[in-house]
């Protein structure tokens, strides 16, 4: 067969998360960077696709935003990196006793903070090449009235968004496990991918983007006027950004994914199933592992 079975599904999984686990922690913050950058180059790109496609009305114009936007998973599941809100997909190996929850917590920790860093240098690249006015300005138009829907969205509503949104991405990280070719992993970051975008969920690694690019936007008074957000546009702020959507949105993510995708399967397939053994945490034989 040319794919794998639920149960080779979970115990690749697993082996995974444990293999991820023993990266030095200078490699997990480059390849967190790279995700970063990835996803927000699908988010940049989905923006730049969809953002004056309003004639063929909205639902629509969100099936070409998320089409768009799935290429950025493509990048961190086929090229290689590290993806926080994929990696919450560890808490299987943490339950099989194959990881400590300070194994997990530290590569959430390091490669967290290198998706952070990816996102906001390709918004911060974005804004120097000048492409927020493109189309008569009609681009950063768009990066900035996502920002402020995004920031005037109510904490539970960020929550919970966020909750399908990583129930679906880590569907998607999960049936790349499945696929032994390049076609099949675009298909299984392709359908997912695509559904939680034009449902309108939210990501924290891709409102890492999102968010500062719209800052960087609010900073052109062009821009400004083509959005046509009026005093809404002071709504959008470091505080309003971090507070009221990046906390709620990476909470979110972590119980969407670690509930519905992490506990489940690793219920069903791996809780019983002798050919995962249960073992010492990594940090307590990461002096053995060679790097």
């Given at each position: 067969?040319?794919?794998?079975?639920?149960p080779?599904?979970a115990?690749?999984?697993?082996?995974a998360q444990?293999?991820?686990?023993?990266?030095?922690?200078?490699?997990?913050?480059?390849?967190g960077?790279?995700?970063?950058?990835?996803?927000?180059?699908?988010a940049?790109?989905?923006?730049?696709?969809?953002?004056?496609?309003?004639?063929?009305?909205?639902?629509?114009?969100?099936?070409?935003?998320?089409?768009?936007?799935?290429?950025?998973?493509?990048?961190v599941?086929?090229?290689?990196a590290?993806?926080f809100?994929?990696?919450?997909?560890?808490?299987?190996?943490?339950?099989?006793?194959?990881?400590?929850?300070?194994?997990v917590?530290?590569?959430?920790?390091?490669?967290?903070a290198?998706?952070?860093?990816?996102?906001?240098?390709?918004?911060?690249?974005?804004?120097?090449?000048?492409?927020?006015?493109?189309?008569?300005?009609?681009?950063?138009?768009s990066?900035?009235?996502?920002?402020?829907?995004?920031?005037n969205?109510?904490?539970?509503?960020?929550?919970f968004?966020?909750?399908?949104?990583?129930?679906l991405?880590g569907?998607?990280?999960?049936?790349?496990?499945?696929?032994?070719?390049?076609?099949?992993?675009?298909?299984?970051?392709?359908?997912?991918?695509?559904?939680?975008?034009?449902?309108?969920?939210?990501?924290?690694?891709?409102?890492?983007?999102y968010?500062?690019?719209?800052?960087?936007?609010?900073?052109?008074?062009?821009?400004?006027?083509?959005?046509?957000l009026?005093?809404k546009?002071?709504?959008l702020?470091?505080?309003?950004?971090v507070?009221?959507?990046?906390?709620?949105?990476?909470?979110g993510?972590?119980?969407?994914?670690?509930?519905?995708?992490?506990?489940?399967?690793?219920?069903?397939?791996?809780?019983?199933?002798a050919?995962?053994?249960?073992?010492?945490?990594?940090?307590?034989?990461?002096?053995?592992?060679?790097?």
């Amino acid at each position: 067969m040319n794919y794998c079975t639920p149960p080779e599904i979970a115990q690749n999984c697993v082996e995974a998360q444990v293999k991820r686990a023993t990266m030095p922690a200078g490699k997990l913050f480059i390849l967190g960077i790279l995700a970063g950058c990835f996803i927000a180059f699908g988010a940049e790109g989905s923006t730049m696709a969809a953002h004056d496609l309003t004639s063929l009305g909205a639902g629509w114009q969100r099936f070409i935003t998320g089409s768009v936007f799935s290429v950025g998973l493509m990048y961190v599941v086929i090229c290689g990196a590290e993806l926080f809100t994929g990696n919450v997909l560890m808490l299987t190996a943490l339950f099989s006793r194959r990881l400590s929850l300070y194994d997990v917590l530290r590569n959430w920790t390091i490669v967290l903070a290198g998706n952070l860093v990816g996102a906001v240098l390709i918004a911060w690249i974005m804004y120097m090449t000048g492409l927020f006015k493109f189309n008569n300005n009609l681009l950063g138009a768009s990066a900035l009235a996502i920002a402020v829907t995004k920031v005037n969205l109510t904490w539970s509503e960020v929550f919970f968004r966020a909750i399908l949104c990583n129930w679906l991405v880590g569907l998607a990280v999960w049936m790349s496990f499945s696929s032994k070719d390049i076609i099949s992993k675009v298909a299984t970051c392709y359908i997912p991918i695509m559904t939680f975008v034009m449902s309108g969920f939210e990501h924290s690694i891709a409102n890492m983007y999102y968010l500062p690019a719209g800052l960087f936007a609010k900073t052109l008074p062009a821009v400004v006027e083509a959005s046509k957000l009026g005093a809404k546009v002071d709504t959008l702020t470091i505080e309003t950004m971090v507070m009221g959507n990046w906390i709620p949105a990476i909470l979110g993510n972590i119980v969407g994914l670690g509930v519905f995708v992490a506990t489940f399967y690793w219920y069903s397939y791996i809780r019983d199933t002798a050919a995962i053994p249960s073992g010492k945490s990594v940090s307590s034989i990461a002096a053995t592992v060679k790097k």
